[in-house]
T-cell receptor, first 113, second 115 residues
């Protein structure tokens, strides 16, 4: 158990809908990262927050957004969902930002029908 | 552009034999290098990292990796493979000269250890 929690575990929705994925980092970790893992794209970095501030953006679509709240939990919002958004979404946390290893949550499996 | 490559989609090895999973990287500055393992339907687990210092890094479950600056490689090794090592392995890199808040992951290598 990494100490990172993600909810929900599974999510099934329809095209055009909007969903919110939630992540609670390990106790004391200030950084939260979001990743998308799909069969054809591999593991793609989406976005990184550190202590409430956005620090880096990766391959995140404009339909996607995220935030980190004062209690350090984070939410990833996915809107106008398309079939291709079906994937595993992982959250990871680390203590800081530089050389610290990341601890990954169990993931949320999103299925868009 | 910064990137990391895992040239082998799959590595097959017999139990008890040594294993190597390859990783090469391309960054403009000095790299932070990481290896992670993913078991089916699970999140990634940290194995080891290279930040600075000794080029040979030892990590969890008997794994080690060697940082080779001239070859820009960070191959993962284990002297004697176990069937339970079968999993998906990811190499990752951070570039200190870039926005080092970005993490670049390789495409993953599936390790199959046969009894």
């Amino acid at each position: 158990d990494s100490g990172v929690t993600q909810t929900p575990k599974h999510l099934i929705t329809a095209t055009g809908q909007r969903v919110t994925l939630r992540c609670s980092p390990r106790s004391g970790d200030l950084s939260v990262y979001w990743y998308q893992q799909s069969l054809d794209q591999g593991l793609q970095f989406l976005i990184h927050y550190y202590n409430g501030e956005e620090r880096a953006k990766g391959n995140i679509l404009e339909r996607f957004s995220a935030q980190q709240f004062p209690d350090l939990h984070s939410e990833l919002n996915l809107s106008s969902l398309e079939l291709g958004d079906s994937a595993l979404y992982f959250c990871a946390s680390s203590a800081g930002t530089s050389g610290d290893e990341q601890f990954f949550g169990p993931g949320t499996r999103l299925t868009v029908l | 552009a910064q990137s990391v490559a895992q040239p082998e989609d799959q590595v097959n090895v017999a139990e008890g034999n040594p294993l190597t999973v390859k990783c090469t990287y391309s960054v403009s500055g000095n790299p932070y290098l990481f290896w992670y393992v993913q078991y089916p339907n699970r999140g990634l687990q940290f194995l080891l990292k290279y930040i600075t210092g000794d080029n040979l890094v030892k990590g969890s479950y008997g794994f080690e990796a060697e940082f080779n600056k001239s070859q820009t490689s960070f191959h993962l090794k284990k002297p004697s493979a176990l069937v339970s090592d079968s999993a998906l392995y990811f190499c990752a890199v951070r570039d200190l000269n870039d926005n080092f808040n970005k993490f670049y992951f390789g495409s993953g290598t599936k390790l199959n250890v046969k009894p």
